[in-house]
């Protein structure tokens, strides 16, 4: 209860004081990348249930001749680019926070089509609320290899208090600002998970 009533009073507040940046930010998508604004898409809550992630929108719309989307790299905008480096596109999750769907710190809400892929421990990333930011994040982010990435997940799940919390929190404003493990070796963001094996 502590660390909901944490998270509801953070992330309302920040919707607050930072409502004139989402507001420009939402305005410059708008102009340079049309509607909609928002990027909407189902990803898997606590236990694995499904719920829908809010985040501004940094990619063109571009399919190929057959009408499937091209790959992130030919997709992905200046201004796209820009608010992936600066964490900006996430700042809408807050709301997914005060509905009550995300924490503020957790393991990152990947891909519905991952669950069947994970091993047993790795599934125990979702013992707790999904993340805007977690421990992972905060380690390397999309510079870990998936392996690391659920590695630090379940540590994390293990070891959580509200000391960490905040300590994985006032590492994320310094992991900002310098920009560190944006996205993978070779990608624009960061390669699928396909398994194990």
């Not at 499904?50 to 501004?56: A, D, G, L, S």
């Not at 630090?152 to 799940?157: A, H, I, M, R």
Request: charged fraction near 25%; proline fraction near 6%; charge should be positive.
């Amino acid at each position: 209860m502590a660390k909901r009533l944490f998270d509801v009073s953070v992330a309302l507040a920040l919707l607050v004081v930072l409502s004139p940046l989402i507001t420009i930010v939402a305005m410059l998508i708008a102009f340079r990348l049309g509607r909609p604004v928002f990027f909407r898409q189902s990803r898997p809550g606590l236990h694995g249930r499904p719920y829908e992630i809010v985040k501004f929108r940094t990619m063109r719309d571009a399919v190929d001749s057959q009408g499937r989307p091209l790959p992130d790299e030919a997709r992905m905008t200046r201004l796209g680019t820009w608010l992936r480096a600066t964490s900006i596109d996430e700042l809408p999750e807050l709301w997914n926070v005060v509905k009550g769907e995300m924490s503020l710190v957790g393991p990152r809400p990947l891909m519905m089509e991952y669950l069947p892929r994970y091993s047993v421990e790795q599934q125990r990333r979702h013992e707790v609320l999904p993340g805007i930011t977690g421990w992972a994040q905060v380690n390397g982010r999309n510079s870990l290899s998936w392996q690391e990435k659920f590695e630090l997940d379940v540590w994390y799940v293990d070891h959580r208090t509200a000391w960490l919390d905040l300590r994985i929190l006032m590492l994320t404003v310094k992991k900002v600002f310098c920009r560190d493990g944006i996205s993978a070796e070779g990608h624009v963001t960061v390669e699928d998970f396909y398994g194990n094996d």
